[in-house]
């Protein structure tokens, strides 16, 4: 996948003022944006519009779960806002799945992911849902659902990735969250991976947040990032 753009800079803030603060600090050129539930919640599709007409493409970080037809019309009215990428929940089922994918028109740019195993989840969290085996197995079957059902791609572990690619059409697109640097805080994250090696696994796109939104410097950790994937430091 030779899309120049790997990292999806997570824009977790409460506030909207923070958040695009830290876009007048970053250059579109070299990362996307991922705006999450608390962002939108507070301030809804205007902060999108926002972001987008400022050259920032966006990945809209929903998760939306629901039954078929309400998921539809979530999918169809964030490709109105003209988001680069949007998810669901795979665990919302086949038909679910398939309601999402018909709603994108077939020339529409817009990527639809699904979600599969949440990277703060342990085997044990999982098997207190009723899940039984480890979180790759989990990933394993969500994702192949999500392919069956034309999805772009998942969000998934860096500890899948390879498993994955081996299972999974070669254009099937990986989004891999709990990316950490060399030498930085993992935080809530209990399945991490560094840049370059997520990479190297097979990832396609990295999503970044606290070690790039908490630096002192953002750009500047942004550029040390992208010089640590081209193996330059």
């Given at each position: 996948m030779n899309d120049p753009k790997k990292i999806i800079v997570a824009l977790d803030y409460s506030s909207e003022k923070?958040?695009?603060?830290?876009?007048?600090?970053l250059d579109p050129t070299f990362c996307r944006v991922k705006i999450g539930k608390e962002l939108f919640t507070r301030y809804g599709p205007d902060l999108v519009r926002?972001?987008?007409?400022?050259?920032?493409?966006?990945?809209?970080?929903?998760?939306f779960h629901d039954?078929?037809?309400?998921?539809?019309?979530?999918?169809s009215a964030a490709a109105d806002l003209g988001v680069w990428m949007v998810n669901v929940h795979a665990a919302g089922g086949r038909?679910?799945?398939?309601?999402a994918r018909k709603v994108i028109p077939e020339k529409m740019p817009i990527k639809l992911v699904?979600?599969?195993?949440?990277?703060s989840l342990s085997p044990l969290d999982l098997q207190e849902t009723g899940v039984i085996g480890l979180p790759e197995q989990q990933v394993l079957r969500l994702a192949g659902m999500a392919a069956d059902c034309g999805l772009d791609g998942v969000v998934c572990s860096a500890n899948e990735i390879e498993s994955l690619r081996l299972?999974?059409?070669?254009?099937f697109l990986l989004v891999t969250p709990g990316i950490r640097p060399l030498g930085d805080n993992p935080g809530d994250q209990k399945r991490i991976e560094t840049p370059a090696r997520a990479l190297a696994k097979g990832?396609?796109?990295?999503?970044?947040?606290?070690?790039?939104t908490q630096a002192s410097d953002p750009s500047q950790k942004?550029?040390?990032i992208l010089l640590e994937i081209q193996g330059k430091i």
């Open positions: 923070s958040a695009l603060h830290l876009l007048s600090l926002k972001i987008t007409h400022s050259g920032f493409e966006v990945f809209l970080d929903l998760k039954i078929p037809n309400t998921v539809a019309g979530a999918i038909s679910m799945l398939a309601a699904a979600v599969t195993v949440l990277t299972n999974l059409p070669t254009k990832s396609d796109y990295l999503v970044i947040g606290r070690p790039i942004l550029q040390e």
